[in-house]
C-alpha cells in the first residue's frame, strides 16, 4: 500500500475500501478517497465519482465484486482530484469488450476549473507538497488533472437534470459549496442521496488556506434542500455510509446549521463595521459547543477558522486590518531589521523563550520572527531562532486537529530545519 493511501487512511481513521451493498441490492458504496457510489440497474451501471487515479484499480476490483454489468454513466461530483481520475482501469476494460464508452457527466464549471488546472499544473503541485506534506503527494504520485475524462453531458448553470436507466430515474442538482462545480444525484426509487464534497462526514472544507473561494451560504441551502428528500440513505464524498431517515437527517441539518452560523455571524459583523481580526477573534469566543463537540463537525480537514476567513473574504476586499500601514506594507524582513536596531537578537529570543514556556505559542511565534526575518544577525543566534521555532511549531502540529493546518505547521518544520543545516554548513 503506498505511503499516501497509509497516510490518509490512519488520519482520517478508517479501513480501506470497505464496500457495502445497500437500498435492495441496488447500491454499492466503496470507501475510497473519495467515496464511490455505484448504483445498480438491468441496463447498466452508474458510477458516481471514480476516487484517485491511484486508487482506480482497488476501486474497480470492487465494482466487478458488486456486477460485471457495462458502465453507463460516470459521474462526477466536482473537478478535484480525489473524485474523478480513477478510470483507467474501466477504460482498459471497455476497450477489451468493446463496449460503449459511458456518458460522463459534469457541471459547466467542472470543465473551467480543468482549464485552470492545466494553467496552473506547477502551482497546484507546490501546493499539494505542502497541504499533504504528511502523506507525501508529490508530482509523481498525485494526479494532475490532466487527462481526466472530458465530460459529455454538461450541466449549466442551476439546470436540474434528470435521466433514465434501467426502469430508474435519477435526478441530478447543482449546488455551490465545497467549489462552484457541484453535482449531487437523488435517486428517487430507493432514496439514496450521492452528495459528493457537499457532505464530509467533519467539519466542511470550506476556506482551505491554499484554495479559493468557497460558498457558505449556497453551501447550507443545498443541506436544506437535500433534507427536502427525506432520503434513507447518504452516500458521502468521505466517510461512511449514512443509513436511516434520522441519522440522514441529523447530519444534514447539523452541518446546515454550522454553515448558517459562520456565515451569518461573520455578515451581521460587517455589517457592524468590524475589521477581521475582531471579527476573528469574536467568532472564535462564540463558537457553540454543540457545533465543537459534535462527531460530524470535527475539524479533521476542514476547520470552523478557516471557514470564517471564507466568509469574509467573500464579501470584502484584501485590505482587511482598517489600518493603513497595511496598505502598501515595506518588506518584513526591512522591518524587522529596523526593530532589530532597538532590541537585540538576544532579547527577542529571550522573549519568545518566556512565551513558549507560558504555553502562548503564538506569540512566541511572532516574536522570534523578528529575528528570524531580520536575518543579519549572527548564524548562531540565527540558528537559535530556527531552533526555538522548530520546537514550536511541533508543539503546535501536535495539538492541531486539522489535517490541513498541521501540514502547513510541518512544511514550516522541515523547512526551518532545512535552513538550519545549510547555515551550520556555512558556518562549520
Ligand atoms: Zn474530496
Redesign the pocket.
Known sequence: MSKIIEGMESFFGRGAFESKIFADNTCCFIGAF?NVGVVKTDEGLILYDIALRLFGPRVFQEVRKFSDKPIKYIIYSHG?F??CLGYAPFMEEIKQKDWETPQVIAHENCIRRFEKYRMLNKHQIWTYKQQFASVGVTMSSTESISGALDPTIIIQGNDTYKFNLGGYEFEIYHDKGETDDSIWMYFPEKKVLFTG?LM?SSYPNIGSPFRVQRYAKDWALAMDKMMGKNAEYLLP??GPLFEGKKNVQDVLSITADALHFVHDEVVKRLNEGKWFEQIYHEMLAIYPDKFKNHPFLQPRYGDYRFAINDVYRLYHGWYNTGNPTNLFPAKSDEIARELLKIGGAKDYINRAKILYDDGKFQLALHVVDVVINGSTVTSERLIDAYKLKVRILKQKAEEEESFIAKNILKTGVSQLKAKTKELKKKRD
Open positions: 473519495g478535484h480525489d473524485h464534497d464530509v464524498g468521505h
